[in-house]
């Protein structure tokens, strides 16, 4: 799995897990018109910093080991646009309710180990192609890429500070 569809689906996740229908925007299989609201993910932008010398992060705690250990990996920035979809029997006041469960949810909990940094709506409006109002949400994100590896040295990929593991043999 790529980097860009781990952090989209670790986000579908997220809100799946909080109570709220999602839907990662590709691949497109399975779509139609839904009869309850509906966010469909989608990451519109990744940006890596350097950590450091050599990307080192700092000394952080291992919980499984209860020890403290180096990390290297890099600073992230993910931008994610929801598309929030809402039927046209709940009308625009749907995606606003939809909008309003979202923001609760990225305020109790951080999705996938990432903090938002900033959210944002813009209008909302009917869509005949899908028959339901829709209305996009801005989310800004960050993060930490850590690189894991085996005790022999051999990396093994990243893990998103707080949940998801990308895979060395991914596809990018």
Not at 24 to 47: I, T
Request: proline share 3%; aromatic share 8%; net charge negative.
């Amino acid at each position: 799995m790529s980097t860009l569809a781990a952090l989209q689906e670790a986000m579908v996740d997220f809100l799946e897990g909080q109570g709220i229908r999602a839907l990662s925007a590709w691949p497109k299989e399975g779509r139609g018109r839904w009869k309850e609201p509906l966010a469909v993910v989608a990451v519109k932008q990744v940006e890596g910093s350097a950590a450091g010398f050599g990307g080192y992060l700092g000394d952080i705690y291992d919980p499984e080991d209860r020890g403290w250990r180096e990390a290297y990996g890099q600073r992230v920035g993910v931008g994610f646009s929801l598309a929030l979809y809402s039927p046209e029997r709940t009308g625009e006041e749907g995606c606003r309710l939809l909008l309003d469960r979202v923001v609760e949810a990225i305020q109790r909990e951080r999705p996938a180990g990432l903090t938002v940094e900033k959210w944002s709506m813009g209008e909302t409006g009917f869509r005949t192609e899908s028959g339901m109002f829709c209305g996009q949400l801005q989310l800004q994100c960050s993060g930490v890429l850590l690189a894991k590896a085996e005790e022999t040295g051999a990396f093994l990929g990243f893990e998103v500070k707080g949940g998801i593991l990308i895979d060395s043999n991914h596809e990018t």
